[in-house]
């Protein structure tokens, strides 16, 4: 599996926000539309597109309070990604994903 580069999270999310397709993104940066997708998903950039079509003010990125990892956010009461969102978590455990 290939680690995906600042520049490619950076074009996926242009591409996203512009409404383009998994199929034009993943031939565009030389990955599989499943990839693609998956990436999209994982990482809640599906929010862009939504808020586009909708005209809602456009999701940006911040970085989780849970784990730190950046992701896109909804809005400003989205402060978790969805990894850390569907955990139930007490301030003292350790998210699983970050013990690996």
């Known amino acids: ?14 591409m996203i926000a512009d409404g383009t397709g998994y199929r034009q993104i993943a031939s565009r940066i030389g990955r599989t539309e499943e ?9 809640g950039l599906s929010a862009l597109a939504l808020a586009k079509a909708s005209g809602l003010k456009r999701p940006s990125m911040r970085q989780c309070l849970c784990c730190g990892r950046p992701f896109m956010s909804e809005g400003a009461h989205n ?9 139930s978590l007490t301030p003292f455990d350790v998210p699983a994903h970050l013990l690996m």
């Open 1 to 14: 599996m290939r680690v995906w580069s600042s520049a490619e999270r950076e074009l996926v999310i242009r």
């Open 79 to 87: 402060r978790l990604c969805s990894q850390c969102r569907g955990q």
């Open 35 to 43: 990839a693609v997708r998956t990436y999209v998903k994982k990482h």
